[in-house]
Each structure stands twice: as structure tokens, then as C-alpha cells.
């Protein structure tokens, strides 16, 4: 038995699981009842407020749509010059709009975090370069002694690379933080993806390669008495 309001119904059959649909509702979360039932113990009026109707793949979906409204419109008796005063909704339609909108959103906000990537390379570019500026003599004495270019250059890509990464996993801390806090008020579950956030702390460390390369570089190229009397 189930019970619907004020009255228990008896249940005599259980609807195959579909899950989520694609324009919003969970049709597992459903119950389905005679209409006059319906309109008897719970509505309480003989109004039909919506028809599904379901379609075979292999039908027009657009001849399929326009003899409903044909079919709406005689029931309703409007004439030719009368407008529709009833709406037909094609879900698929819906759900490639849906869609469209979700790509052109997905791209705004690969645009939105790309000029972050940007601004935060920049930004990882200036640190190092200062940094190379005030350790010229520091740099100039390693190369005096014996360092190696490339070793010069892995030392201050590791740096960068370090700063970028610090960025990432402090993003990634606040991104995770805010989304608990949101989908908690929202009342709706919070999914923990480790594929994106690694992918997301990938492009912050890349991001440290990337910028901080030029400033490597720079320090790998100093020349060795000229950075020894830098002041």
C-alpha cells in the first residue's frame, strides 16, 4: 500500500528505473494513478493540465507535432484566424537547446579560466624575474664555480613550477569549499570528480613551466663575472 494524501492506494505494479530525466525531474520519483482517481481524491476537478506522449524513434517528430496541434485545435474548436491556446513542447528540442546553451556556457568559462591561466602566469613571470634580479650575484657565483646552465635553469623551473602548483591546490581547496558550502544549501549532492580536480592542479603546475620558463632562462644565461659584480 502507498498513501497519497489523505487516502492509501494499493500498489500493483513498479515502472521499469530510467533515472534522471533530460530537461529537470527524476522520473524514478513518479507515481502514476487512473485519471479519475486523480481528479477525484486529489485535484479535485476534471481538468487535464498536460498529455505526454510518447514517440517512436523512427516517426517525424515534426508531422508527429503538428497533427497534435491539428487534433488540439479541432478539440478546442478555435477557427484559422484563432491563435493556439495551448502549448506543445517537443522534449528533444528542449534537450538540444539545453545543450547548446551548456556548450556555449562550458566555453565562457574555458575563457573565463584560461585569461585566469594568463593573468596567474604573468603574475608567476613577474615573481621570478625579480627573483632572478636580486639573486644575480647568488646566480653568478654558482656559475663561477662550476654550475651548469641547464642546472641554473632546472632550479628556478622547479621554483616556478612550485609556485604554480601552490596556486592549484590552494584553488582547488577554495573550489571544493565553496561547492560543499553551495550544494549543501542547495539541498543538492556534492560529487567529488579526482579526474578534473588533477586536471585542474595539471594546467596550474603547466601554467608554472609555461611563464616561468623566459626568467629560467634569463638566470641559465647570465653572464658569470657580470652577475658576480652585480650590486
Do not use: W
Not at 664555480?145 to 592549484?168: C, N, P, S
Amino acid at each position: 500500500m502507498l498513501r497519497t494524501g489523505n487516502f492509501s492506494c494499493r500498489v500493483v505494479g513498479v515502472l521499469e528505473s530510467k533515472g534522471q530525466a533530460a530537461i529537470g525531474g527524476d522520473q524514478d520519483d513518479l507515481v502514476v494513478m487512473p485519471i479519475k482517481t486523480f481528479q477525484r481524491r486529489v485535484s479535485g476537478n476534471t481538468r487535464v493540465s498536460a498529455i505526454l506522449v510518447s514517440v517512436d524513434t523512427q516517426i517525424d517528430r515534426t508531422m508527429l507535432t503538428e497533427s497534435l496541434r491539428a487534433l488540439m485545435r479541432e478539440r478546442r474548436s478555435l477557427s484559422d484566424t484563432d491563435e493556439d491556446n495551448f502549448m506543445i513542447l517537443d522534449t528533444e528540442e528542449l534537450a538540444r537547446r539545453v545543450s547548446s546553451t551548456t556548450e556555449i556556457m562550458t566555453m565562457l568559462l574555458g575563457a573565463v579560466a584560461a585569461v585566469s591561466l594568463v593573468v596567474g602566469g604573468i603574475g608567476i613571470m613577474n615573481i621570478m624575474l625579480v627573483s632572478v634580479t636580486e639573486r644575480t650575484r647568488e646566480i653568478g657565483v654558482r656559475l663561477a664555480i662550476g654550475a651548469l646552465e641547464r642546472e641554473v635553469l632546472m632550479q628556478f623551473l622547479i621554483e616556478a613550477v612550485v609556485l604554480g602548483a601552490m596556486g592549484g591546490i590552494l584553488g582547488v581547496v577554495i573550489a571544493l569549499i565553496g561547492s560543499l558550502i553551495l550544494t549543501t544549501s542547495m539541498n543538492i549532492p556534492f560529487i567529488f570528480d579526482p579526474g578534473i580536480n588533477m586536471i585542474a592542479f595539471g594546467f596550474a603546475a603547466l601554467t608554472g613551466i609555461v611563464f616561468g620558463y623566459f626568467p629560467a632562462r634569463r638566470a641559465a644565461h647570465l653572464d658569470p663575472i657580470e652577475a658576480v659584480r652585480h650590486e
